[in-house]
């Protein structure tokens, strides 16, 4: 018996002695990269995410009550908001609502960077109005924060890549690699008419990606998984932030249909910062 104990209390001074070496000598793998300057945003850019809240481009989830009209009227506010992107980067417009813009890079041997996102958003059920703590397409900006559907998921990337895109060539800023930016109208009820025709779009004038970013890991690439981006657009994939209120992450939550839920535990919809 005390033969057996001699041998335990040594097995757990080795299992410490192991803790304790592999703590001492244990470094951190993160990269270490020097922080750009911090860009002086124009004001405008949180009222022009607050304004595209406003415009209700719903996926419902019954096809029959999809509102074409907002769609139409989302991708007029988004002409006129940005117009040098319009006119530079002349978006195709991919079954009727979908938008892929193209930025010519200056060097052509260089495969492109593609930055995904989605026009549209989820319903909000009638009874759980009473539970938002701000209008849901108010767009209503307060306590430093923008409110609405689709303030994070996914109006925050469209107007945030487009603010920067707008800037850059004002700058007269060219890219050295071509940037394709996708913007499909129904990723939230799987985006086989959004993502999956960019996707086929972008197979047949035979474009592979050097990386995609995209602001979650499964959905934004519909059909289904994020190997369907993998294997179409690129090797790597870039996840864009998309943590809320005091570091929490967005609750994800699928319902019983295609695409998903980003919200809050709460069906509050995360505000995003206002920028
Ligand atoms: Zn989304």
Redesign the pocket.
């Known amino acids: 018996m005390k033969k057996l104990f001699t041998v335990l209390l040594v097995l757990l001074l080795v299992f410490i002695a192991f803790l304790a070496f592999r703590t001492l000598t244990f470094s951190s793998r993160q990269h270490s990269v020097s922080p750009v300057p911090k860009t002086a945003v124009s004001d405008s850019a949180k009222f022009h995410l607050a304004k595209a809240i406003r415009i209700k481009t719903i996926s419902p989830e019954d096809p029959q009550d999809f509102d074409s009209v907002a769609f139409h009227q989302f991708r007029n506010f988004l002409q006129k908001t940005y117009p040098l992107t319009q006119e530079k980067l002349a978006p195709k417009v991919i079954n009727e609502f979908s938008l892929l813009y193209k930025w010519q890079g200056s060097d052509t041997r260089l495969k492109p960077v593609i930055l995904m996102g989605?026009l549209d958003v989820v319903p909000v059920a009638e009874e759980t109005l009473k539970e938002w703590k701000a209008t849901p397409f108010g767009g209503e900006i307060k306590h430093g924060h923008i409110w609405g559907r689709g303030a994070i998921?996914?109006k925050m990337s469209i107007i945030g890549i487009l603010e920067a895109t707008e800037m850059l060539l004002k700058q007269g800023f060219q890219p050295k690699r071509t940037i394709y930016l996708a913007f499909g109208h129904d990723?939230e009820v799987g985006g086989k008419y959004g993502a999956q025709a960019i996707v086929k779009h972008l197979q047949t004038e035979n474009i592979q990606a050097e990386f995609v970013v995209c602001?979650?890991p499964k959905?934004?690439s519909r059909p289904g998984n994020r190997r369907s981006v993998d294997r179409n657009f690129g090797e790597r994939i870039y996840l864009a932030g998309t943590y809320g209120q005091r570091g929490r992450r967005p609750f994800f939550h699928a319902a019983k249909r295609n695409g998903h839920r980003?919200n809050f535990p709460g069906n509050i919809q995360a505000p995003a910062k206002t920028i």
Request: charged share 35%; hydrophobic share 0%.
């Open positions: 989605h998921d996914d990723e602001h979650h959905t934004g980003c």
